[in-house]
């Protein structure tokens, strides 16, 4: 009863060879630092350990690259940038399968409404911040605690992956403004404007509230203003006319210092959606 267990020596070969699974792992191991006589049974040799080594090799130091993170290397973007960008919950494929969708949705509601563009104008403001209401925080990313202490952290981890989203929104949307019924004219690109201006007011105010409660209020505030706006006026396309255009460039102008000022708070740990 008292005799001391040993590894025996088919589970020793499968540990050596690294065919064991996890936790058999380190069980083995967590007896081989008792245990000497195991010890001295695993080989030592130069080349197993460099096998071994090499091993460790293929997967942290030459991870492979994501198609997205190759596709933004092409474009210029720094290679440690273009990995993160690359692994942004915001961009994952669910959330974009809920743009693409959503654009498809409005596209052919243009063309079966009577509004023509007007679904497509309504709907396309609103996409990128379907991806800052999950580009940071603790409760949208995994990792979020050990990312605050990064120098990615804070302000340039939300500021990035807002302007990640924002671009694979509008390329997204501009495909599908080729679309459209009808000529097209200015009035295919007449949602650029406010979707700047409600990307900015939903950074800017999650610089006091979770990205999500902002994108969300926002999208509603939003919705809300274009349908009363469209029943005060009898015509759906006030909320895109010029005058409403300078207002939108206006906001967008004032918000972007606005969020630079308080760039500090996006992870000061005092805005209410960083407690628990």
Do not use: K
């Given at each position: 009863?008292?005799?001391?267990?040993?590894?025996?020596?088919?589970?020793?070969?499968?540990?050596?060879?690294?065919?064991?699974?996890?936790?058999?792992?380190?069980?083995?191991?967590?007896?081989?630092?008792?245990?000497?006589?195991?010890?001295?049974?695993v080989p030592c040799e130069e080349d197993w350990l460099t096998a071994s080594w090499g091993?460790?090799?293929d997967l942290v130091d030459r991870p492979r690259p994501r198609p997205v993170a190759r596709l933004l290397r092409w474009f210029g973007v720094p290679e440690h940038v273009a990995t993160f960008l690359a692994a942004t919950p915001s961009l994952a494929r669910?959330?974009?399968?809920?743009?693409?969708?959503?654009?498809?949705?409005?596209?052919?509601a243009a063309h079966?409404?009577?509004?023509?563009?007007?679904?497509?104008?309504?709907?396309?403001?609103?996409?990128?911040?379907?991806?800052?209401a999950?580009?940071?925080g603790p409760r949208v990313d995994p990792v979020h605690e050990i990312q605050a202490a990064t120098p990615m952290g804070g302000a340039r981890v939300l500021l990035l992956r807002a302007v990640a989203v924002l671009v694979t929104a509008i390329v997204l949307a501009g495909v599908a403004a080729l679309l459209l019924p009808g000529p097209l004219g200015l009035s295919a690109a007449?949602?650029?404007?406010?979707?700047?201006?409600?990307?900015?007011?939903?950074?800017?105010?999650?610089?006091?509230?979770?990205?999500?409660?902002?994108?969300?209020?926002?999208?509603v505030a939003w919705l809300g203003g274009v349908l009363l706006f469209a029943r005060l006026t009898g015509d759906a396309l006030t909320p895109f006319s010029p005058a409403a255009q300078a207002l939108y460039g206006a906001a967008a102008l004032?918000?972007?210092?606005?969020?630079?000022?308080?760039?500090?708070?996006?992870?000061?740990?005092?805005?209410?959606?960083?407690?628990?």
């Amino acid at each position: 009863m008292n005799a001391q267990w040993h590894v025996p020596d088919e589970l020793l070969e499968h540990y050596v060879s690294g065919h064991l699974e996890p936790v058999q792992v380190l069980s083995v191991e967590s007896h081989l630092t008792r245990c000497e006589r195991c010890r001295a049974a695993v080989p030592c040799e130069e080349d197993w350990l460099t096998a071994s080594w090499g091993r460790v090799e293929d997967l942290v130091d030459r991870p492979r690259p994501r198609p997205v993170a190759r596709l933004l290397r092409w474009f210029g973007v720094p290679e440690h940038v273009a990995t993160f960008l690359a692994a942004t919950p915001s961009l994952a494929r669910g959330w974009l399968l809920a743009v693409t969708s959503v654009t498809a949705f409005a596209v052919v509601a243009a063309h079966l409404g009577r509004g023509g563009v007007v679904p497509f104008l309504v709907v396309a403001p609103v996409l990128p911040l379907a991806g800052v209401a999950v580009a940071y925080g603790p409760r949208v990313d995994p990792v979020h605690e050990i990312q605050a202490a990064t120098p990615m952290g804070g302000a340039r981890v939300l500021l990035l992956r807002a302007v990640a989203v924002l671009v694979t929104a509008i390329v997204l949307a501009g495909v599908a403004a080729l679309l459209l019924p009808g000529p097209l004219g200015l009035s295919a690109a007449a949602w650029l404007l406010p979707a700047l201006a409600l990307t900015a007011a939903t950074l800017a105010l999650s610089t006091r509230f979770a990205p999500m409660i902002s994108a969300a209020a926002l999208t509603v505030a939003w919705l809300g203003g274009v349908l009363l706006f469209a029943r005060l006026t009898g015509d759906a396309l006030t909320p895109f006319s010029p005058a409403a255009q300078a207002l939108y460039g206006a906001a967008a102008l004032i918000l972007v210092p606005l969020i630079y000022l308080r760039r500090a708070r996006f992870d000061s740990g005092e805005p209410t959606w960083t407690r628990p």
